[in-house]
T-cell receptor
């Protein structure tokens, strides 16, 4: 298995532009998570899906952020409009089942820079 | 206030030496505690996971301990190698959900 695949690896965009981050979870994993990592705040959970349904989006910072999971093999995290304070590394992770006792596999992340 | 505190923030050791990283948590009700290794530019990779009934778990040269009474965990690295240079993140989870609280990590540098 290729693991959790994220694209792009790096994204540089101008303030105000729309940014879309993509994630392909491990085949057969039913839960998918989006995290954001910054030096100041460490890793923060933004949203997670179980069986393609959003379960908890309380970590999404504001309405500029949205996430979708149209099918079991693909998810997107969109920021519109982007702001410099959104600059961070965004990780996607997947897990076989819902519940913290199951192993999480992280992707390599997307480093977003908003200038 | 973060519910997972790690120390030290950073650590430099010589190759071949041992080291111990600390993690204190206040997550409740407690389900499990994980240690992750995160190489620069990569996602975190799980090293160990322990439930409240386990007090030690090993993965090669990595040994994690857990004291559920004092809510403390440690990660001991034996005979360090240059490839151990990374951030080590402690994660405490609440019972029966996906609520995982991440520590800020300890940045370990192993020098030759």
């Amino acid at each position: 298995d290729a693991g959790v695949i994220q694209s792009p690896r790096h994204e540089v965009t101008e303030m105000g532009q729309e940014v879309t981050l993509r994630c392909k979870p491990i085949s057969g994993h039913n839960s998918l998570f989006w995290y954001r990592q910054t030096m100041m705040r460490g890793l923060e959970l933004l949203i997670y899906f179980n069986n393609n349904v959003p379960i908890d989006d309380s970590g999404m910072p504001e309405d500029r952020f949205s996430a979708k999971m149209p099918n079991a093999s693909f998810s997107t995290l969109k920021i519109q409009p982007s702001e410099p304070r959104d600059s961070a590394v965004y990780f996607c992770a997947s897990s076989p089942q819902q519940g913290s006792n199951y192993g999480y596999t992280f992707g390599s992340g997307t480093r977003l820079t908003v200038v | 206030k973060n519910q997972v505190e790690q120390s030290p923030q950073s650590l430099i050791i010589l190759e071949g030496k041992n080291c111990t990283l600390q993690c204190n948590y206040t997550v409740s009700p407690f389900s499990n505690l994980r240690w992750y290794k995160q190489d620069t530019g990569r996602g975190p990779v799980s090293l160990t996971i322990m439930t409240f009934s386990e007090n030690t778990k090993s993965n090669g040269r990595y040994t994690a301990t857990l004291d559920a009474d004092t809510k403390q965990s440690s990660l001991h690295i034996t005979a360090s190698q240059l490839s151990d240079s990374a951030s080590y993140i402690c994660v405490a989870s609440r019972y029966n959900n996906n609520d995982m609280r991440f520590g800020a990590g300890t940045r370990l540098t192993v020098k030759p």
